[in-house]
């Protein structure tokens, strides 16, 4: 797919709220309501019953130039309630007020009770055929599009939460087959917490904030969750994947997904195979590192939705590829020794590589929040024919608890008419009435079998595309509430994974572990935790052990014999550079010229360049403008994937103590440095030389040219340190931060003692 979409303008920044620039002063003549922007587009228009209707989407948005009622009678004057007099009591005839006022009361449904905050982007995908000796179902087949909408969500946050805390990612898509619905509702972690859905309450309970206080938000720090998770040993692989920087994603469009559960893949022969899903990001896998996800947290926590859609919009597609690991569907549903219907276990790639079956594209943002991303429902359920479940006992729960909850939430049972839920294949379920019901179905005789409506509907059979569940045998055994044998190996796979991490990824899951069991209050919870840890690795147990001042506690049995697994770490390949941030620092005395040559290369290099200065506006704007897209009082180098100085540039009129705590005595005259300054330094804006320092503390590639070096130096940076480029001129500069940024971070830079 082109990298650009032919109505985005070279050179365009994402992050216009809106398709035309506004005026300086209120629009006064009346006019159509304005076009989505280009990168915009709502639900594909289809009745209530699946049909499609070949209605313009801009048929179902809102019309007219002129402000109305909800029944479209037009109205003179919102600002003012009815009243006996200008002075008078509001009167209750006031038919506006009260329609005005009762629907704001009403805008908010219930939040979700996990996965309340996400973002979400329409999108297409295309199956590469590849699949089609596994499973008959119609979508995978070769270069079948299917329109998608996917939701990308935190699990334990409220809606107001950050977007960039340490915390499971949800990966939901919806495909909109031509044989019905078919949701695959997945993590970016491929375990979870628990074995079996009785103890979801449990699990969500512990890691909510405590019910006394509601705090903390958005966060497993606290007893609660520690109390659980060490109690409920099973919890171990997935808390690890958690502490890791898998926890704390760079970006939804650097993320991977997984399906988390074995499904069963059924072809047209009536073969069977058991799966897992994945979805491998094109961009690979990249993470926060822990003090960028603190600093975002607090300038800008809607990073990770806004990354999402001003990529979309400046057409740097973000793109996933769907694989699947296959295993033969025999009765005892294991592979290589690993129970396959245990959801807190993966299999290696290494033993069963991931085959890639698709290409997911995300190509539009949704045109409205409230219709779309919040209202959309998924439900593990929903699915076509050539895809069965297994009987996974947290999948079992999964296929009851997210049907009741929709009915909750979204006000009835006919949630599945809300467009964005909206089937693409026919509907004709005999299911009538209930609040929402915005279908007007005809007929007499909503049951069948029936004469009355002539028979309709039909039942189909396996030729006609009928959904027909798998006969799988079921084992003749007692009712009985416990878990198998082989559910009680909860070590050995959180082994694999810490011996499959790099000594930089094992400093920050150390790190991790120290900071969240610090958290917590309760001597005897981090205790407890350290007997886990000492059951994964010794190392890793002495290493928290002793940031948490508490003695190292030997392992109660052996530590498992396993072999890592190169494919679980982050670390150590290279990837496309699309849609990366490069932040290009200037002034009027900058080498302008330079900054133009820079910035032309970026963006042919499908990369989004922002110039950062002391003020908006432009730059040299008596010659060739260059437009300022951050000033240094709003930039903040955890925006950025890599850093540039087009010169050394002066402190700014604002660098100003009072108004910005990162400015230094040496700016305010003051001698006292303000909290959070940089090293003073004669000459250059304190604010840059905290944006440098950071960028370079955290693994992104800096540099510059046109005496670049000397802020450099300010800022702290070793001359010839990993992954810092002196440049001749802006233009020469992008052929060496190539390469670095392909690596995500410059690794070289972290010190490691594991």
């Known amino acids: 797919m082109d990298k650009a979409r032919p109505d985005h303008e070279p050179g365009d920044i994402p992050g216009r709220p809106a398709p035309e620039a506004p005026a300086?002063?209120?629009?006064?003549?009346?006019?159509?309501?304005?076009?989505?922007?280009?990168?915009?587009?709502?639900?594909?228009?289809?009745?209530?019953?699946?049909?499609?209707?070949?209605?313009?989407?801009?048929?179902?948005?809102?019309?007219?130039?002129?402000?109305?009622?909800?029944?479209?009678?037009?109205?003179?004057?919102?600002?003012?309630?009815?009243?006996?007099?200008?002075?008078?009591?509001?009167?209750?005839?006031?038919?506006?007020?009260?329609?005005?006022?009762?629907?704001?009361?009403?805008?908010?449904?219930?939040?979700?009770?996990?996965?309340?905050?996400?973002?979400?982007?329409?999108?297409?995908?295309?199956?590469?055929?590849?699949?089609?000796?596994?499973?008959?179902?119609?979508?995978?087949?070769?270069?079948?599009?299917?329109?998608?909408?996917?939701?990308?969500?935190?699990?334990?946050g409220s809606r107001g939460s950050a977007d960039t805390v340490r915390d499971t990612r949800g990966f939901a898509t919806k495909f909109y087959t031509t044989e019905g619905t078919f949701d695959l509702v997945g993590n970016n972690i491929p375990v979870f917490f628990i074995q079996d859905a009785i103890k979801f309450p449990d699990i969500i309970h512990a890691g909510k904030p405590h019910p006394d206080r509601e705090i903390p938000q958005a966060q497993s720090a606290h007893d609660s969750f520690w109390d659980f998770v060490t109690l409920h040993t099973e919890a171990t692989h997935h808390t690890l994947w958690n502490m890791s920087d898998r926890g704390i994603p760079r970006s939804?469009?650097?993320?991977?997904?997984?399906?988390?559960?074995?499904?069963?893949?059924?072809?047209?022969?009536?073969?069977?195979?058991?799966?897992?899903?994945?979805?491998?990001?094109?961009?690979?896998?990249?993470?926060?590192?822990?003090?960028?996800?603190?600093?975002?947290?607090?300038?800008?926590?809607?990073?990770?939705?806004?990354?999402?859609?001003?990529?979309?919009?400046?057409?740097?597609?973000?793109?996933?590829?769907?694989?699947?690991?296959?295993?033969?569907?025999?009765?005892?549903?294991?592979?290589?020794?690993?129970?396959l219907l245990d959801p807190t276990n993966i299999v290696p790639e290494e033993l069963a590589p991931v085959r890639p079956i698709g290409l997911l594209t995300l190509d539009a943002n949704p045109s409205n929040f409230f219709a779309e991303t919040e209202q959309v429902a998924f439900h593990p359920g929903h699915l076509v024919p050539g895809i069965d479940i297994t009987d996974d006992p947290l999948l079992a729960?999964?296929?009851?608890?997210?049907?009741?909850?929709?009915?909750?939430?979204?006000?009835?049972?006919?949630?599945?008419?809300?467009?964005?839920?909206?089937?693409?294949?026919?509907?004709?379920?005999?299911?009538?009435?209930?609040?929402?019901?915005?279908?007007?179905?005809?007929?007499?005789?909503?049951?069948?079998?029936?004469?009355?409506?002539?028979?309709?509907?039909?039942?189909?059979?396996?030729?006609?595309?009928?959904?027909?569940?798998?006969?799988?045998?079921?084992?003749?055994?007692?009712?009985?509430?416990?878990?198998?044998?082989?559910f009680a190996d909860h070590f050995s796979q959180p082994r694999r994974f810490w011996l499959s991490m790099t000594p930089v990824e094992r400093e920050h899951i150390i790190a991790a572990y120290t900071f969240e069991l610090s958290k917590c209050y309760e001597q005897a919870i981090r205790e407890r935790a350290l007997k886990v840890l000492a059951r994964i690795d010794s190392e890793l147990c002495e290493q928290v052990a002793a940031g948490l001042g508490l003695p190292a506690p030997k392992p109660e049995e052996p530590l498992a014999a396993v072999d890592p697994s190169p494919a679980l770490s982050q670390v150590g390949r290279e990837w496309p550079v699309d849609g990366r941030i490069i932040g290009i620092v200037a002034d009027e005395s900058a080498d302008l010229a330079g900054v133009r040559s820079l910035r032309e290369a970026v963006l042919g290099a499908g990369m989004v360049p922002l110039v950062i200065a002391p003020a908006g506006g432009v730059l040299d704007a008596d010659g060739d403008p260059v437009t300022v897209q951050r000033t240094f009082a709003a930039a903040r180098s955890t925006e950025f994937d890599a850093v540039?100085?087009?010169?050394?540039?002066?402190?700014?009129?604002?660098?100003?103590?009072?108004?910005?705590?990162?400015?230094?005595?040496?700016?305010?005259?003051?001698?006292?440095?303000?909290?959070?300054?940089?090293?003073?330094?004669?000459?250059?804006?304190?604010?840059?030389?905290?944006?440098?320092?950071?960028?370079?503390?955290?693994?992104?590639?800096?540099?510059?040219?046109?005496?670049?070096?000397?802020?450099?130096?300010?800022?702290?940076?070793?001359?010839?340190?990993?992954?810092?480029?002196?440049?001749?001129?802006?233009?020469?500069?992008?052929?060496?931060?190539?390469?670095?940024?392909?690596?995500?971070?410059?690794?070289?830079?972290?010190?490691?003692?594991?």
């Open 24 to 156: 300086v002063d209120e629009p006064t003549e009346p006019r159509e309501p304005l076009p989505p922007k280009p990168d915009q587009h709502g639900p594909d228009t289809v009745s209530p019953t699946g049909q499609a209707t070949g209605v313009d989407q801009a048929k179902v948005a809102q019309a007219g130039p002129y402000l109305t009622t909800a029944q479209g009678a037009r109205l003179y004057d919102t600002d003012h309630s009815l009243k006996a007099g200008p002075r008078g009591p509001v009167l209750l005839q006031d038919h506006h007020l009260r329609e005005k006022i009762t629907h704001f009361d009403h805008e908010r449904i219930p939040e979700r009770v996990v996965h309340a905050r996400g973002a979400a982007a329409h999108g297409v995908f295309q199956g590469y055929g590849t699949a089609v000796k596994v499973t008959k179902a119609a979508f995978l087949g070769k270069d079948v599009r299917t329109p998608v909408f996917v939701r990308f969500s935190t699990v334990l």
């Open 644 to 754: 540039v100085l087009a010169g050394a540039p002066a402190p700014g009129k604002d660098a100003l103590g009072a108004r910005d705590a990162r400015v230094s005595d040496a700016t305010t005259g003051d001698t006292t440095p303000a909290a959070g300054a940089a090293a003073p330094a004669a000459g250059v804006d304190p604010r840059v030389l905290l944006l440098v320092s950071e960028a370079f503390r955290h693994g992104k590639a800096v540099g510059g040219w046109n005496g670049a070096t000397r802020v450099l130096a300010a800022a702290g940076v070793p001359a010839g340190a990993p992954g810092v480029v002196d440049g001749d001129s802006g233009g020469g500069m992008l052929d060496a931060l190539t390469p670095l940024l392909r690596r995500h971070r410059v690794w070289d830079r972290f010190h490691t003692t594991v």
């Open 397 to 486: 729960g999964r296929l009851f608890s997210y049907l009741d909850t929709q009915i909750s939430r979204l006000g009835g049972p006919n949630f599945a008419q809300i467009p964005v839920n909206r089937t693409h294949a026919p509907v004709n379920d005999t299911l009538r009435d209930g609040m929402h019901q915005t279908a007007v179905h005809r007929g007499v005789a909503p049951y069948r079998p029936n004469s009355l409506d002539g028979g309709c509907p039909f039942l189909a059979g396996a030729d006609t595309g009928a959904y027909i569940e798998v006969p799988a045998p079921v084992p003749a055994a007692r009712k009985v509430r416990q878990a198998p044998d082989s």
């Open 252 to 339: 939804f469009r650097m993320m991977e997904g997984f399906g988390v559960h074995t499904f069963r893949l059924v072809n047209a022969d009536g073969e069977t195979t058991l799966v897992k899903f994945h979805w491998k990001p094109k961009l690979g896998v990249h993470s926060m590192v822990w003090e960028e996800a603190q600093i975002v947290g607090g300038v800008d926590p809607d990073f990770h939705r806004r990354d999402l859609a001003d990529a979309i919009e400046a057409g740097a597609y973000p793109q996933w590829e769907l694989g699947i690991q296959t295993f033969p569907d025999t009765p005892e549903q294991t592979f290589e020794g690993i129970d």
